[in-house]
């Protein structure tokens, strides 16, 4: 993960603080409060990649609420949000979960049903998740291959987080 931040152009600080609050959710030691006038989030429950972490960041929001947290979010939403960013970019799919589409992708794809085609679309017949690009951001590079086991290098960057089929 550490290296998808650093490729996304994360600053080396924000790179520490939200791998700090990641490394101690996978471990299961939680996010701790910082006056420990509450237990941890999620203490004693490892997180995994597969985990719902909407779910995770709802409990949060309960656990410290917007008013008690002075780091504006540092806590556990930034490092929350950047999670799901890596598990829709990069751990999706070997986790055989379906990637959501950008939404200019669909947009367009809607916008061409109102339309008269002149002519048959090859790609029209394949299902929209088939068109799109698995690799990096920029199109650029192999595409991730699907299965049950990650690609070696999404195994490396993410080798904290228990990997169970």
Not at 38 to 55: E, I, M, N, T
Not at 60 to 75: F, I, N, T, V
């Amino acid at each position: 993960m550490e290296e998808y931040l650093a490729a996304e152009g994360v600053s080396g600080t924000n790179q520490k603080r939200t791998m700090r609050a990641v490394r101690s959710l996978v471990r299961g030691d939680g996010v701790p409060f910082p006056k420990a006038a509450k237990p941890p989030l999620a203490a004693g429950r490892p997180l995994r990649l597969s985990d719902d972490l909407v779910q995770l960041l709802a409990e949060a929001r309960e656990w410290c609420p917007a008013e008690e947290d002075k780091s504006r979010g540092w806590l556990y939403a930034h490092p929350l949000k950047k999670l799901m960013l890596f598990k829709r970019e990069r751990g999706a799919s070997w986790l055989g979960m379906p990637l959501a589409p950008p939404l200019s992708m669909l947009a367009e794809d809607m916008s061409s049903d109102d339309e008269e085609d002149e002519g048959e679309d090859e790609e029209e017949g394949r299902p929209l998740a088939a068109r799109l690009p698995l690799g990096p951001k920029d199109g650029a590079g192999p595409a991730a291959a699907p299965g049950p086991h990650p690609p070696p290098r999404v195994r490396s960057v993410f080798a904290e987080f228990a990997y169970n089929p």
